[in-house]
């Protein structure tokens, strides 16, 4: 699994460009990714701009990343600091990662409207979990909208939640992502 | 001559249909619930079946699609549902609701769905690999992860391994590890059909219980046996003709296979270990597409072809050797000898049916019997201790054949034989006896005997008036060696150590003519009657199991023991099977297409395997493990005719008492003879009968009540699955404890406050009474004052010397004053105008002492004075007190006026005080006020300026 997984990266990160024409490869122009914690004391809120990824869509496979110290938005800048510090450990654990392949047989080539679901492999905080993700995918002259909503668990990714901030941060987190792709 | 196996003698079986508008529609998956029911996945949704008949479940509007392809239940009996649009739905208040899945569902039609020990949900699709589904979290295993190919057709797991059968071989995936450990097996490693349709996980006995082995059914080459441990195949079937096969399963020691375009194949196994094929067979031919092949509760196997489900009886009872109804009705008896060849009489001869394991087909072979002629019939076949088969004739004495050498021997009269009328021959070990029309002959087999040409011993019981009759249908040898006589009219003799002891009617046995006997494992020994059903004798009693205990009929004439202590009795309307231990009976009849059975004495041959002769040849039944009992359902309890959530409301109140309860016995070998037995308890403690399935009890009174219901197929319920439903009905309020203890209190209330107010009352006409007194006596005191009567005398005296007719005229007015006050001394109220009058004749009295000095302006109208009412002497008592206090004068004459004013009498006087009081001052105006509080709300008021002195007095009209 390791294997596959990296074989994607290298394939999507360090080649890309010499199969650029023919492989059909899109990638990130502008994305979004935000998430929300509701907790009954308290709701947090933050976003990042900083998404990087890309699209085979001739595979169907796929890479996404995000710098998680790129977040911004939350209540204080204490609780970003925190959340950079304490939670996602963003010095050792910098990106959030998912990567993998399409499960969905569709053609991306042609315009449309397309509800896929993307399996791999989803790291945060070094823990990576393998998910499911569907994801409502828009084609439209040459260019590939993604919109996707999700929840992730901070038990699945061993993020700790002390036990003084029990009410104010939740279990789970529920993220939006938002990326537009064009090709490469 | 030898004998085919002919598929258009196959039994006719059970045929069920779905009707329903949906046009083509085709049953796509079965299983049955743990309550019993089947559910059907069809092109047109969920169906339950009963036994009887099909029922659709509801959809959720969420779901797009109503192709079911997938049904599992869960070990919490979740249903779980897999659409052919990859649509996964559970079943939930009879509805099958669409599942909330965050990753979405799959794309492509669910192929099968697996629940596991640990919750855990397995889904194989036709494109997508399998799903996952644990924690509310879906997750994925296929090409990509190792699989071999994503179409997956069906699952198994066995000891934390998932094997799932795709187009593209076998796959092992250890899930004890992880999902994503997976082996996969192809043709490269002996695998001869990459396409693996179907997966049946084969019963593991003890000595493969280490490893898991399977059976698959492949696209074109049959079935193969496969086995995890060492990854080998066997057991294919050459030259596989059959097709695809869609649906295995195994029942006993065969093997059933639905295929696509042949209909079923059963593949017999020599033993239960399943290695060495006895026979195939194809049956069912008729029907296309079959699949689903399952096994219910009760042995019977089903399947589906199309939109029909198909009941056929299994391994449990097959047609094994069919002819036609000529040989039939030839036939007396029957034998299966030790090799397993089976025997039976035929056309002046006997037939041998053996099984020719190469060609896979049942053979016969004819003995023909010079001795028995067209009149001679042939009652009874033995096998002796030494493999001779023993033909016992009527009237040709017994013929004793070797079959080995083919030899026969002759027995008659003569060969000490006591009559040539051979009804039966039975046996244990060395121990052989002869029923005959003559008495009983016993025989005992030494060495020598093996070869038949050797003397037999036989010891006559010829006229042995202790055993009761000559004439004996049957004999049976027990486990402790006993012999047991079933005699024409005397009942049932027991030979046990030289002591023979006869039982008739005299213990119990209405039926004197016994026809068979056998014993069961527990050494009970049963016997048939005429007419009166089965015995059954434990040692001490004899316990009758006839039609009113659920036998099918009260003439029981073959009698055989099965391998699971079952008590196989034949009648005429098919065969009962008694479990021994219990005695509840279920049936194999016309329902299992058994439509005529041969009811010869010796028309069954027992033990392991039971073998009957059936009009349409020879059938086999295999005693099974499966039960017949049904199940039993409680499908809904109804209030008033609306449905009570079974899980959650449990108490009703008063008015809530028109209970309705249906139940669902569910049997799929009888559905027709489901009968209940049902019981309230907290109304009743008796078992009532009903065929019935919902029962309606108005007007229950409050109470703790349960409600138990069983269902059987014959009339014992004794043995039967049970449901139950306890509720309560509440006490209405008034019947509550707290609220008569509230009433009973409110009344104590009541009735303390209402004896309060009448001692209160009471008090007040006590003290109103005493007020009166003592008013009466003021104003007595007050007339009978010495001023008064001093004064008016002085008066008079004047007025007679002035005008003695003025003086009677002053008299009378002074005697008239008094007479009105004592006659209205005692009244309550009087009129105002009577009051006026006292007060007139009062001032008469006092102006002729004081003349023009003392005015009385009189300001109230006659018709005023007829209306209100008035205390007795009150206006007398002030006018009085007036004149009494005031100094009267011609400087300061005293005006006493009065006036109406809101219905209230004014009396008002000017003041003029005198200097010195009289006595008595104040009383007359406190008892005043007193009797009016008594009489009145309203008050007294009194008003005293320097100038005037105003007394309002209310008035009374007549109505208050």
């Known amino acids: ?184 | 001559m030898f004998l085919l196996w002919n598929n258009s003698i196959a039994q006719i079986p059970a045929t069920y249909v779905i009707s329903s508008d949906a046009p083509g529609l085709k049953i796509l998956t079965l299983i049955q619930h743990s309550s019993g029911y089947f559910l059907a996945g069809t092109t047109n949704g969920l169906y339950r079946f009963d036994g009887h008949s099909f029922t659709p479940f509801a959809l959720s509007t969420q779901i797009k699609n109503k192709s079911i392809t997938a049904i599992a239940e869960d070990k919490n009996s979740l249903v779980w549902i897999g659409f052919q649009s990859g649509e996964i739905g559970f079943l939930k208040n009879k509805t099958v609701e669409l599942l909330h899945a965050e990753e979405g569902h799959p794309a492509v039609a669910i192929t099968s769905i697996l629940a596991d020990t640990s919750g855990r949900k397995y889904f194989s699709t036709a494109g997508e690999g399998i799903y996952y589904y644990k924690n509310k979290r879906f997750y994925n295993s296929n090409t990509d992860d190792g699989l071999s190919d994503n179409y997956v057709y069906k699952m198994v797991i066995e000891q934390g391994h998932l094997v799932a059968s795709t187009d593209r071989g076998l796959n092992i995936i250890d899930i004890g590890k992880s999902e994503k450990d997976i082996h996969f097996f192809t043709s490269a490693n002996g695998l001869p059909d990459n396409i693996v349709r179907y997966l049946y996980l084969k019963n593991n006995n003890a000595e493969n219980n280490s490893s898991a082995s399977y059976w698959i059914g492949m696209q074109d080459k049959g079935i193969a046996s496969f086995s995890a441990s060492d990854s080998t195949f066997s057991g294919f079937i050459k030259d596989w003709s059959f097709g695809q096969v869609n649906s295995l399963i195994t029942s006993g020691r065969q093997l059933w296979i639905a295929t696509q375009d042949k209909g079923i194949v059963v593949v017999e196994f020599a033993d239960a270990s399943m290695n060495k094929i006895l026979a195939v067979k194809n049956i069912y031919t008729n029907f296309a597409k079959a699949n689903n092949l399952i096994c219910d509760d009760e042995g019977n196997i089903w399947f589906t072809s199309n939109n029909q489900l198909i009941k056929t009886n299994g391994a449990r009872l097959q047609n094994i050797i069919p002819f036609d109804k000529k040989i039939y009705s030839q036939i007396h008896s029957i034998l299966k000898d030790r090799t397993g060849n089976i025997w039976v009489n035929v056309n002046k001869g006997l037939r041998r049916f053996y099984f020719d394991s190469l060609k896979q087909q049942w053979r016969a072979k004819s003995y023909i019997l010079s001795i028995v002629d067209d009149k001679t019939d042939i009652t009874s076949l033995y096998e002796d201790k030494y493999g001779n088969i023993w033909v016992g004739t009527m009237g040709k004495g017994i013929i004793i054949i070797d079959p080995v050498s083919g030899k026969n021997r002759h027995l008659t009269e003569d060969n000490l034989l006591v009559d040539g009328s051979v009804l039966s021959i039975t046996g244990k070990d060395e121990e052989l006896w002869i029923s005959s029309l003559g008495g009983a002959v016993h025989c005992n087999l030494g060495e020598e005997n093996k070869d038949i040409f050797q003397p037999y011993s036989f010891i006559n019981f010829k006229n042995v008036s202790s055993i009761g009759s000559n004439y004996i249908y049957s004999i049976l040898v027990d486990s402790k060696k006993r012999v047991w006589f079933a005699t024409d009219g005397r009942g049932i003799t027991v030979y046990d150590h030289g002591i023979f002891t006869n039982y008739n009617q005299g213990n119990g046995i209405k039926s004197l003519v016994i026809y068979n006997v056998c014993e069961d494992k527990n050494g009970s020994i049963w016997f048939s009657t005429l007419n009166n059903g089965l015995y059954k004798f434990d040692g001490k009693n004899f316990e009758n199991i006839s039609v009113e205990q659920g036998l099918n009929d009260a003439t029981i004439t073959a009698l055989t023991t099965d391998a699971k202590n079952n008590i196989i009795a034949i009648s005429k309307k098919g065969i009962n099977i008694i479990n021994a231990a219990t005695n509840s009976i279920s049936y194999l009849d016309i329902n299992q297409g058994l439509e005529e059975v041969n009811t010869d004495l010796n028309c069954v041959a027992g033990n392991d395997e039971v073998y009957i002769v059936g009009n349409k040849g020879i059938m086999r039944y295999l005693s099974t493990e499966k039960s017949l009992k049904p199940k039993i359902v409680l499908e809904g309890v109804q209030v008033f005719l609306n449905n009570v959530d079974l899980g959650q409301k449990r108490t009703f109140s008063y008015d809530e008492n028109n209970l309705t309860f249906s139940y669902t016995g569910i049997s799929f070998s009888h559905p027709d003879k489901i009968r209940y037995q049902y019981k309230l308890e907290g109304l009743s403690q008796e078992w009532i009968n009903t065929k019935d399935n919902s029962l309606n009890i108005p007007k229950l009174p409050p109470g703790n009540y349960t409600f138990r219901v069983k269902a059987s197929i014959s009339n014992e319920f004794d043995d039967s699955y049970e449901a139950s439903y306890s509720f309560l009905i509440q006490k209405p309020l008034w019947l509550q404890w707290w609220f008569i203890a509230m009433v009973l209190l409110a009344l104590g209330l009541l009735l303390y406050l209402l004896v309060k107010e009448r001692v209160k009352r009471i008090k007040r006409w006590e003290r109103s009474e005493k007020e009166k007194v003592q008013s009466q006596f003021e104003t007595l005191k007050s007339q009978v004052n010495p001023h008064f009567l001093f004064n008016s005398f002085n008066t008079l005296i004047s007025v007679i010397e002035e005008d003695q007719q003025k003086a009677v005229e002053y008299v009378e007015h002074l005697s008239d004053l008094y007479r009105k006050i004592v006659t209205y001394r005692d009244k309550d109220v009087i009129t105002l105008k009577e009051e006026i009058e006292i007060s007139n004749d009062y001032f008469f009295i006092q102006k002729k002492r004081f003349g023009d000095n003392l005015q009385f302006k009189n300001n109230v109208s006659e018709q005023e004075q007829e209306l209100y009412m008035i205390a007795p002497l009150t206006l007398q008592m002030l006018t009085e007190n007036a004149v009494k206090h005031n100094a009267i004068s011609s400087e300061t004459p005293l005006v006493i006026e009065i006036a109406i004013c809101k219905k209230s009498l004014l009396v008002k006087n000017n003041i003029n005080a005198k200097r010195s009081f009289e006595k008595g001052a104040g009383m007359g105006l406190q008892n005043i006020e007193k009797r009016y509080k008594l009489l009145t709300n309203e008050e007294v008021t009194i008003k005293k300026t320097d100038e005037s002195f105003i007394v309002k007095i209310p008035l009374l009209t007549s109505d208050t």
């Open chain 1, 1 to 184: 699994m390791k294997q596959r997984s990296f074989v994607v990266a290298i394939l999507l990160f360090s080649f890309t460009s010499l199969f650029a024409q023919e492989a059909k490869i899109f990638s990130v122009k502008s994305g979004k990714i935000s998430f929300q914690s509701d907790a009954p004391f308290e709701t947090i809120r933050a976003s990042s701009n900083d998404v990087k990824g890309l699209l085979e869509i001739e595979k169907k496979l796929f890479a996404f990343k995000v710098r998680m110290e790129s977040f911004d938005g939350f209540n204080s800048s204490l609780q970003k600091e925190h959340f950079n510090e304490n939670y996602i450990e963003s010095s050792k654990f910098p990106e959030a990662t998912f990567n993998g392949k399409i499960i969905e047989d569709v053609d991306l080539t042609k315009d449309g409207n397309y509800t896929i679901r993307a399996k791999g492999n989803f790291t945060v905080h070094g823990i990576s979990q393998e998910r499911i993700i569907k994801s409502d995918v828009a084609v439209k002259n040459g260019k590939i909208n993604i919109e996707s909503a999700f929840s992730v668990l901070l038990d699945d990714h061993n993020i700790p939640i002390p036990k003084v901030v029990k009410d104010k941060l939740s279990s789970e987190i529920n993220v939006k992502v938002n990326c537009e792709l064009e090709p490469r």
